[in-house]
């Protein structure tokens, strides 16, 4: 018999919380998720622990549950080495369950994925991808992060609360300067031809793009950058001071490659850079985004430079989708957030969520396929910048919850309106699935710290201070690895191991005694939810070599956006329920289902619906509660 559905789009919104996905369609600021909501189902989706995206998109694209596919964190255990190295885990070799586009390639159709997390380097061997590794600067293609070239009296533009730290967030840098400052010097007329004609002496900016510059330092394409020199030639175009900066090649005015006022971006310009000796080939953009008249205050904004090539398979699928629907960005400036303005950062994004859209019409258009996959990561970025301060727990000041509240809105609007373009390519037979893989919470305590919990009780003990502190393993009987897992130094298992195996027991009780004793100073609250054996962490679907010997969770008021929390917690206006939304042939209508979903029952769902074979490795079931006929294929076998 005919399957309900003969295609699916499948769109992933990392981090979207569906507390704060369904306040947002109440408040009117998602119309286009509203209506496929009425015609759909919704449910909130119980996710992975912990709350990350590795596991996360890995467990809804394969079906199975991170103890068996195995990618755990961000950071995970590098078994046989000692426990302070890891395995990065934004890599599609690590997975040992098949993702649902190679099941459907396996079924003889075709997929699309553009910008999947979690899903490079490609596995398919048909049909079109476009990117694929991670969130904003964990990626392994760009040529450089943004730039911010500041002068005079420029101030960053911070929110309340705490950073969320890169265990966590790795859509932002830690190591590097976030800003460049630069000085602006009066023009020596005799070095400089062509200068335009200027009511104030004309000012000189020396600006370098500087390859490799914010980037993750473990997913660089290479090893060292040359830096590309460009000279801004700042000059007063009226009577009302300085209003211009002319971007120039070399001391020529005619040598320009943009001419920008105040608030205003240039095109996008391709040029050539070299990494490693080499060169490559990648597209430029710049944005004045502040120049006073007395010049006193100067800031220009350079978002991601990506390259031209080696970022899709098939390789030449690249330069068509540059020459059909312009230059890719995979990173609107989540690591900006906070020294840019916030009216940049949202130009940037909704600059990537159409431009995503663009790519995916135009490949479905062109290309044939049967599922679409896409995916944004902004409701994360939201996450750690805009959502701490956005709601009232957190006791943010009256602007800085005003403010916040205002990033939440304009993210899920931007959204919203790249959802409604996606869901154009939805005919009659077409189901549409929208879901994520965790959520977030706003901020209310101090976060925290593990390490220092182990410390004080005398598990954990470290050399050296400043940037040469690590862990000493001569003397630590407990290691954290990765977000919720802690090793017991093993003699015999671990290279460096010192407890003795008639100790292990006796340790493992004395590390989750300490974390439950815990009492945070500040509130006399205590921090930790739960704190469990490796045996025990099954019930959390976490089992292998891989899962620590202690399992621990927080609770969200101290813990960041997520990552730790339990995937059912909630907190203010967030919580971490993954969102569910489907829609299409064979769905029910309008309809919020009442029974649990889990992100491992989305792949074989649609599997279900497209009459496709189960992934390999599969553990999640069919949502039948979401389905018009449950009983369809046995129905058909009566007939």
């Given at each position: 018999?005919?399957?309900p559905a003969?295609?699916?789009?499948f769109?992933a919104?990392?981090?979207?919380?569906?507390?704060?996905v369904?306040?947002m369609v109440?408040?009117?600021h998602?119309?286009?998720?509203?209506?496929?909501?009425?015609r759909g189902v919704?449910?909130?989706?119980?996710?992975?622990?912990?709350?990350?995206?590795?596991?996360?998109?890995?467990?809804?694209?394969?079906?199975s549950w991170?103890?068996t596919?195995?990618?755990m964190d961000f950071?995970?255990?590098?078994l046989?080495?000692p426990?302070?190295?890891t395995?990065w885990?934004?890599?599609?070799?690590?997975?040992?369950?098949?993702y649902?586009?190679?099941?459907?390639?396996?079924a003889?159709?075709?997929?699309?994925l553009v910008?999947?997390e979690m899903?490079?380097?490609?596995?398919?061997?048909?049909g079109i991808?476009v990117?694929?590794?991670?969130?904003?600067?964990?990626?392994?293609?760009?040529?450089?992060?943004?730039?911010l070239f500041?002068?005079?009296?420029?101030?960053?533009?911070p929110?309340?609360g705490?950073?969320?730290?890169?265990?966590?967030?790795p859509s932002?840098?830690?190591r590097?300067e976030e800003v460049?400052?630069?000085?602006?010097?009066?023009v020596?007329?005799?070095s400089?031809a062509?200068?335009p004609?200027?009511?104030r002496p004309c000012?000189?900016?020396?600006?370098?793009?500087?390859?490799?510059?914010h980037?993750?330092?473990?997913m660089?394409r290479?090893?060292?950058g040359?830096?590309?020199?460009?000279?801004?030639?700042?000059?007063?175009?009226?009577?009302?001071?300085?209003?211009?900066?002319?971007?120039c090649r070399s001391?020529?005015?005619d040598?320009?490659?943009?001419?920008?006022?105040?608030?205003?971006w240039?095109?996008?310009?391709l040029?050539?850079?070299?990494i490693?000796?080499?060169?490559v080939?990648g597209?430029?953009?710049m944005k004045l985004?502040?120049?006073?008249?007395?010049?006193?205050?100067?800031?220009l904004?350079?978002?991601?430079i990506w390259?031209?090539?080696g970022?899709?398979?098939p390789p030449?699928?690249?330069s068509?989708l540059v020459e059909k629907?312009?230059?890719f960005l995979?990173n609107p400036?989540?690591?900006?957030?906070?020294?840019?303005?916030?009216?940049t950062?949202?130009?940037?994004?909704?600059?990537?969520?159409?431009?995503?859209?663009d790519?995916?019409h135009y490949?479905?258009?062109?290309h044939?396929w049967?599922v679409?996959?896409?995916e944004?990561?902004?409701p994360?970025?939201?996450n750690?910048?805009?959502?701490?301060?956005?709601?009232?727990?957190?006791g943010a000041?009256?602007?800085e919850?005003k403010?916040s509240?205002?990033?939440?809105m304009?993210?899920y609007?931007s959204?919203?309106r790249w959802?409604?373009?996606?869901?154009?390519l939805a005919?009659?037979?077409t189901?549409v699935v929208?879901?994520?893989?965790h959520?977030g919470?706003p901020?209310?305590?101090?976060p925290?710290?593990?390490?220092?919990?182990?410390?004080e009780?005398g598990?954990l003990?470290?050399r050296?201070?400043?940037r040469?502190?690590?862990?000493?393993?001569?003397r630590?009987?407990a290691v954290?690895?990765?977000?919720?897992h802690?090793?017991?130094?093993l003699k015999?298992?671990?290279?460096?191991?010192?407890?003795e195996?008639?100790?292990?027991?006796?340790?493992?009780?004395?590390?989750?005694?300490?974390?439950m004793e815990?009492?945070?100073?500040e509130?006399?609250r205590?921090?930790?939810?739960?704190?469990?054996t490796?045996e025990?962490a099954e019930?959390?679907?976490?089992w292998s070599d891989?899962?620590?010997?202690?399992?621990?969770?927080?609770?969200p008021e101290?813990d960041g956006?997520h990552?730790?929390?339990?995937?059912?917690a909630?907190l203010?206006?967030g919580?971490?329920?993954?969102?569910?939304?489907m829609?299409?042939p064979g769905?029910?209508?309008?309809?919020?289902?009442e029974?649990?979903v889990?992100v491992v029952?989305v792949a074989?769902?649609?599997c279900y619906?497209?009459g496709l074979?189960?992934?390999?490795?599969?553990?999640?079931?069919?949502?039948?509660?979401?389905?018009e006929d449950?009983?369809l294929?046995l129905s058909?076998?009566?007939e």
């Amino acid at each position: 018999m005919r399957s309900p559905a003969r295609r699916a789009v499948f769109i992933a919104v990392d981090g979207a919380s569906m507390n704060l996905v369904e306040h947002m369609v109440e408040w009117g600021h998602m119309p286009n998720l509203a209506r496929l909501m009425a015609r759909g189902v919704r449910r909130p989706m119980v996710g992975v622990f912990p709350t990350l995206t590795p596991p996360g998109w890995t467990a809804l694209y394969t079906g199975s549950w991170h103890g068996t596919h195995q990618v755990m964190d961000f950071n995970i255990r590098a078994l046989g080495r000692p426990l302070t190295e890891t395995v990065w885990g934004i890599d599609t070799g690590l997975c040992r369950s098949e993702y649902l586009w190679n099941t459907v390639e396996r079924a003889g159709k075709t997929s699309i994925l553009v910008k999947v997390e979690m899903s490079w380097p490609p596995t398919i061997s048909k049909g079109i991808q476009v990117e694929g590794s991670g969130p904003g600067v964990s990626n392994y293609h760009q040529i450089a992060g943004y730039h911010l070239f500041v002068s005079g009296n420029w101030k960053p533009r911070p929110k309340g609360g705490p950073k969320d730290p890169e265990s966590v967030d790795p859509s932002r840098h830690a190591r590097e300067e976030e800003v460049e400052w630069v000085s602006l010097r009066p023009v020596d007329g005799s070095s400089w031809a062509n200068l335009p004609a200027s009511g104030r002496p004309c000012l000189e900016v020396k600006l370098a793009l500087k390859p490799l510059q914010h980037g993750r330092f473990n997913m660089l394409r290479g090893k060292s950058g040359t830096p590309k020199p460009f000279l801004g030639l700042v000059y007063a175009s009226g009577s009302r001071g300085y209003d211009k900066v002319r971007v120039c090649r070399s001391r020529n005015g005619d040598d320009a490659v943009c001419e920008l006022p105040p608030g205003g971006w240039s095109g996008w310009w391709l040029d050539s850079f070299e990494i490693d000796g080499e060169a490559v080939q990648g597209h430029v953009r710049m944005k004045l985004i502040t120049l006073t008249h007395e010049a006193d205050c100067f800031e220009l904004y350079v978002p991601q430079i990506w390259p031209t090539d080696g970022y899709t398979y098939p390789p030449e699928i690249a330069s068509e989708l540059v020459e059909k629907a312009g230059p890719f960005l995979q990173n609107p400036g989540r690591d900006a957030l906070g020294f840019i303005d916030d009216d940049t950062y949202f130009e940037m994004l909704e600059y990537h969520h159409q431009h995503l859209a663009d790519i995916v019409h135009y490949l479905a258009t062109n290309h044939g396929w049967d599922v679409v996959f896409t995916e944004t990561h902004a409701p994360d970025y939201a996450n750690h910048f805009f959502l701490p301060q956005a709601d009232e727990a957190s006791g943010a000041p009256p602007e800085e919850l005003k403010r916040s509240r205002d990033g939440l809105m304009r993210t899920y609007s931007s959204i919203d309106r790249w959802i409604g373009r996606l869901t154009e390519l939805a005919d009659d037979d077409t189901v549409v699935v929208i879901a994520s893989d965790h959520g977030g919470t706003p901020a209310r305590f101090t976060p925290v710290e593990v390490t220092n919990v182990l410390e004080e009780a005398g598990l954990l003990v470290y050399r050296g201070s400043g940037r040469t502190k690590g862990i000493d393993l001569s003397r630590s009987r407990a290691v954290p690895v990765g977000l919720v897992h802690i090793f017991i130094n093993l003699k015999g298992r671990e290279p460096n191991g010192i407890v003795e195996p008639e100790e292990y027991e006796a340790t493992r009780r004395e590390v989750i005694a300490a974390l439950m004793e815990h009492r945070d100073p500040e509130t006399g609250r205590h921090p930790f939810a739960l704190a469990v054996t490796r045996e025990d962490a099954e019930a959390l679907s976490l089992w292998s070599d891989l899962v620590g010997d202690v399992v621990y969770a927080v609770r969200p008021e101290f813990d960041g956006a997520h990552g730790r929390h339990l995937p059912v917690a909630e907190l203010g206006i967030g919580g971490q329920h993954s969102t569910f939304v489907m829609a299409g042939p064979g769905v029910r209508q309008g309809v919020a289902l009442e029974r649990q979903v889990r992100v491992v029952d989305v792949a074989p769902t649609l599997c279900y619906l497209l009459g496709l074979p189960m992934p390999r490795n599969v553990e999640g079931g069919v949502i039948y509660e979401a389905l018009e006929d449950p009983d369809l294929y046995l129905s058909a076998l009566g007939e």
